[in-house]
T-cell receptor, first 113, second 111 residues
Framework: KAGVTQTPRYLIKTRGQQVTLSCSPISGHRSVSWYQQTPGQGLQFLFEYFSETQRNKGNFPGRFSGRQFSNSRSEMNVSTLELGDSALYLC????????????FGSGTQLSVL | SQKIEQNSEALNIQEGKTATLTCNYTNYSPAYLQWYRQDPGRGPVFLLLIRENEKEKRKERLKVTFDTTLKQSLFHITASQPADSATYLCVAGSSASKIIFGSGTRLSIRP
């Protein structure tokens, strides 16, 4: 069974640009959540989707958005990038809404110059 | 506010000894606690989950406890090896709310 796949693995953007990150969950998993990880802040919850509906949202500005498709694949978008958005963005999938036993992808390392 | 605190940012242990990592929670009553391992540049990997009605759980050299009175979980690695060196994350969750991550403890096992 393939694990959680995140693309791209690395991304370099400049301030003001926008970016879209992709996440393919483990087959059969219907819940996908996104996290931002920086050395200073640790893992910060962005949002969570289940069956194409956003269930929870973290404390991030509206520039951060996401969606989930009918095949459970998910994308997150960051518009008007700022230097502080540089981080490792992690996606995790789980079987259901309980968030028990999350399976993480390797992440997308975003650098904003 | 709800908070998960992992007491040590870094822990250095001699190979063969038992490593003990601490996770405390405040203003929160988690239904379960999870522990993950994270290596540099990679996503966390699930290790163990313990529920509020369980006192202790074991998996090979790993043991986790959950004390609802002290509001604390302890994570033990016995007979530690250099390959156990990584960052360990404590995660609290309940059915009603989103999960909360601790900031992690970086464990180094020296030969």
């Amino acid at each position: 069974k393939a694990g959680v796949t995140q693309t791209p693995r690395y991304l370099i953007k400049t301030r003001g640009q926008q970016v879209t990150l992709s996440c393919s969950p483990i087959s059969g998993h219907r819940s996908v959540s996104w996290y931002q990880q920086t050395p200073g802040q640790g893992l910060q919850f962005l949002f969570e989707y289940f069956s194409e509906t956003q269930r929870n949202k973290g404390n991030f500005p509206g520039r951060f958005s996401g969606r989930q498709f009918s095949n459970s694949r998910s994308e997150m978008n960051v518009s008007t990038l700022e230097l502080g958005d540089s981080a490792l963005y992690l996606c995790a999938s789980s079987l259901d809404q309980s968030n028990e036993k999350l399976f993480f992808g390797s992440g997308t390392q975003l650098s904003v110059l | 506010s709800q908070k998960i605190e992992q007491n040590s940012e870094a822990l250095n242990i001699q190979e063969g000894k038992t490593a003990t990592l601490t996770c405390n929670y405040t203003n929160y009553s988690p239904a379960y606690l999870q522990w993950y391992r994270q290596d540099p540049g990679r996503g966390p990997v699930f290790l163990l989950l313990i529920r509020e009605n369980e006192k202790e759980k074991r998996k090979e050299r790993l043991k986790v406890t959950f004390d609802t009175t002290l509001k604390q979980s302890l994570f033990h690695i016995t007979a530690s090896q250099p390959a156990d060196s990584a960052t360990y994350l404590c995660v609290a969750g309940s059915s009603a709310s989103k999960i909360i991550f601790g900031s992690g403890t970086r464990l180094s096992i020296r030969p």
